[in-house]
Nanobody
Framework: QVQLVESGGGLVQAGGSLRLSCAASGRTFSRFAMGWFRQAPGKERAFVAGIRWSEGLTYYTDSVKGRFTISRDNAKNTVYLQMNSLKPEDTAVYYC?????????????????WGQGTQVTVSS
């Protein structure tokens, strides 16, 4: 089993920044990749960013390119999402997820484990 715990969400004004963290524990040795998704009220969960753990290759949805950065710390078993130039449309619950095998970064079905989510609210 794998446990994922997100932190770092909160309320920020438009143009501000937040850094989300996701600490992984348990059977993470076979981890292939991790990702961040978000779900806004009344909308489906959507891909934000992904990272292949061993190589550090990163993937982003178009709307966050140039503003968000995903990274990982092997020693801390943690993945981060640095979010800059935040917009009101970034408001959502953000979830981290872990994949154990080769995956399509944006396919939620390819992730086996999910965190509980952290709320990000961007005011205009």
């Amino acid at each position: 089993q794998v446990q994922l715990v997100e932190s770092g969400g909160g309320l920020v004004q438009a143009g501000g920044s937040l850094r989300l963290s996701c600490a992984a524990s348990g059977r993470t040795f076979s981890r292939f990749a991790m990702g961040w998704f978000r779900q806004a009220p009344g909308k489906e969960r959507a891909f934000v960013a992904g990272i292949r753990w061993s190589e550090g290759l990163t993937y982003y949805t178009d709307s966050v390119k140039g503003r968000f950065t995903i990274s990982r710390d092997n020693a801390k078993n943690t993945v981060y999402l640095q979010m800059n130039s935040l917009k009101p449309e970034d408001t959502a619950v953000y979830y981290c997820a872990l994949s154990l095998s080769a995956w399509s970064p944006s396919a939620s079905v390819d992730y086996a484990y999910w965190g509980q989510g952290t709320q990000v609210t961007v005011s205009s």
